[in-house]
């Protein structure tokens, strides 16, 4: 019993690590979405300069050697530097790229809930058609005697 | 002035102000004749260590900056060894900078033309950036003091070179 479950979790893994290996073998297409062209400014998808091909053939060569998408970026970056990349790298300064835009939008989120808050409080939207509540704010002083007035002159 | 009066106005000075730097960072004026150059430190195409143009003051310099997949690079790479030999010396050398171009292209191009002249590697086009370059080739010549006395935009050839390179060298062997 005990063979013959070895056996069988043997052919399982047999015929897993192929199928992973070929998972996280990198494609000149896959790297080409993720890469630019330095000197034409476009992602390397895109690109048709004598440089892009230059590129395509080097990226190519090394998934020839089998190496993955991250070593094969960190190739590029060794020979074009870090504009080599379509997106920043997440260290350093470039993390500002991603953490600004959600900072950005949190204090952006944070200041219309202050905004609409204060503008509940201060009885904003009650007066106009279907406005919120429901019920209208109470009229002032100086309003109540002009509408008595009002009323007195017509007469109702 | 108010809180929310101040915190406007700092809200629009941080939006003009990433404007101006996003600008000053991206843009590229070039150089004039009669400006210093930029001499910040390259590494070697070939070796190791850096170099750097301030290495070289005191003598007259031919940069040249070029890339292994232009062809007009192609073009004039004979012209500038030819020039080299007849003229580099004491008082004048060429310098090859191989700018956006993978280090192993530019290598081979090198030991395909026999270039004898030193060369550096600008991988991520930062010097050309620096120097103002619109692309490759582009050659500028500067004088003993680094700063820029003459711009070739574009490939140069036997005729440009003897011609407006030349002159403006110390006479003999140079």
């Not at chain 1, 060794?78 to 953490?99: D, I, K, R, T």
């Not at chain 2, 991206?26 to 070796?47: M, N, Y």
């Not at chain 2, 956006?100 to 010097?127: H, I, K, M, N, T």
């Not at chain 2, 950036?129 to 820029?148: A, C, I, K, M």
Request: charged share 20%; net charge negative; hydrophobic share 45%.
């Amino acid at each position: 019993m005990r063979a013959r479950a070895a056996l069988l979790a043997a052919l399982v893994l047999a015929l897993l690590a192929p199928a992973a290996a070929a998972a996280e073998r990198a494609s000149l297409t896959e790297v080409e979405k993720q890469v630019m062209c330095p000197v034409c400014g476009t992602l390397l998808q895109l690109a048709e300069s004598p440089q892009a091909q230059r590129e395509r053939v080097f990226i190519n060569n090394l998934i020839g050697e089998g190496k993955s998408e991250g070593e094969i970026k960190d190739a590029l970056v060794a020979e074009y530097g870090n504009e080599v990349l379509a997106l920043p790298p997440e260290s350093g300064f470039s993390l500002s790229a991603y953490v600004v835009p959600i900072i950005a939008l949190l204090v952006a989120a944070a200041a219309l809930a202050i905004g609409v808050l204060r503008w509940r409080r201060a009885g904003g939207g009650s007066g106009g058609v279907g406005g919120g509540s429901g019920r209208p704010a109470a009229p002032s002083e100086r309003d109540s005697e002009r509408l008595d007035a009002d009323l007195a002159r017509y007469d109702l | 002035m108010s809180f929310r009066s101040v915190i406007a106005v700092l809200g629009v000075l941080a939006v003009v102000g990433l404007l101006v730097f996003g600008l000053a960072s991206k843009g590229s004026s070039g150089l004039a004749v009669g400006d210093p150059v930029p001499t910040s430190a390259l590494p070697r195409l070939e070796g190791d260590g850096s170099g750097s143009l301030a290495a070289y003051r005191g003598r007259w310099v031919l940069v040249n900056f070029w890339a292994s997949w232009c062809e007009p690079c192609r073009a004039e790479a004979p012209a500038l060894e030819k020039f080299q030999r007849e003229h580099g010396g004491p008082r004048f050398a060429v310098l090859g900078i191989d700018t956006r171009d993978l280090s192993g292209d530019g290598q081979d191009f090198v030991r395909e033309f026999g270039l004898s002249y030193p060369q550096l590697r600008d991988g991520d086009g930062g010097a050309a950036h620096d120097y103002g370059t619109s692309g490759v080739p582009e050659t500028f010549l500067v004088d003993p003091q680094g700063r820029l006395r003459l711009h070739v935009p574009g490939p140069v050839d036997e005729q440009t070179l003897e011609g407006s390179v030349a002159p403006l060298l110390p006479e003999g062997k140079s």
